[in-house]
């Protein structure tokens, strides 16, 4: 089967770092996604990583290794209005996009 | 740019009732597009995707059906509506240069009671 497991919920006060991991097992890989979702709303893109690496994108960073099947995405300098749920997302070889249940970030003064 | 609508953004219907939601982009020609469902707390659940004008695949087995009557216009119906059909239906999109991405529309809220 294919599946994406990330933690349920993560706890972090404001002004720190936070780093949600999600690992995955998929027939084949063709990139990742991580998407952000507040409560009520629809998913936003966040980052698409399909090389091994690192990727900077303001205070939001996502690293990608392939040969563990593992990424991450850091959130640094945490305001409150990054409470939200983070989605990761995987394409595999067949071009269908695998889903995360996500990760329930909550951010405390 | 590309913006993608839906609506309507909330609906309340009795059990056994129709339904039909309606998704629709600008700004792009030939999108891929796909309706989800989320249901509380939970993570995204394909439903349908289409590649083309009339062409539909399903992933879930349900008593929910989509059609794809123009390019740009996506839409999903049911003929009757069951308690479980509750929850939050997203239509998205993807196409244009990042090609892969998925962009999501403002979703609607769907309760059946």
């Known amino acids: 089967g294919q599946n994406i497991d990330q933690p349920t919920e993560m706890t972090a006060t404001e002004g720190a770092i936070v780093q949600i991991n999600c690992t995955y097992q998929?027939?084949?890989?063709?990139?990742l996604f991580w998407y952000q979702q507040h409560a009520g709303e629809a998913p936003t893109f966040l980052s698409y990583?399909?090389l091994d690496g690192l990727e900077e994108k303001g205070r939001f960073s996502s690293f990608l290794s392939r040969s563990k099947g593992y990424s991450y995405l850091l959130l640094k300098e945490l305001q409150m209005k990054d409470s939200a749920s983070y989605l990761c997302?995987?394409?595999?070889?067949?071009?269908?996009?695998?889903w995360g249940a996500g990760t329930k970030l909550i951010i405390k003064p | 740019s590309q913006t993608i609508h839906q609506w309507p953004a909330t609906l309340v219907q009795p059990v056994g009732s129709p339904l039909s939601l309606e998704c629709t982009v600008e700004?792009?020609?030939?999108?891929?597009l796909y309706w989800y469902r989320q249901a509380a707390g939970r993570g995204l659940q394909l439903l349908f995707y289409?590649?083309?004008?009339?062409?539909i695949s399903s992933e879930v087995p349900q008593n929910l059906s989509a059609s794809r009557p123009q390019d740009r216009q996506f839409i999903l119906s049911s003929k009757k509506l069951l308690l479980s059909d509750s929850g939050f239906y997203l239509c998205?999109?993807?196409?244009?240069?990042?090609?892969?991405?998925?962009?999501f529309g403002p979703g609607t809220r769907l309760t059946v009671l």
């Open positions: 998205a999109w993807t196409g244009g240069r990042d090609s892969d991405t998925q962009y």
């Open positions: 700004g792009t020609s030939n999108p891929n």
């Open positions: 289409s590649v083309g004008i009339g062409q």
């Open positions: 998929t027939s084949g890989f063709n990139g």
């Open positions: 990583n399909v």
């Open positions: 997302a995987v394409i595999n070889s067949n071009y269908q996009l695998i």
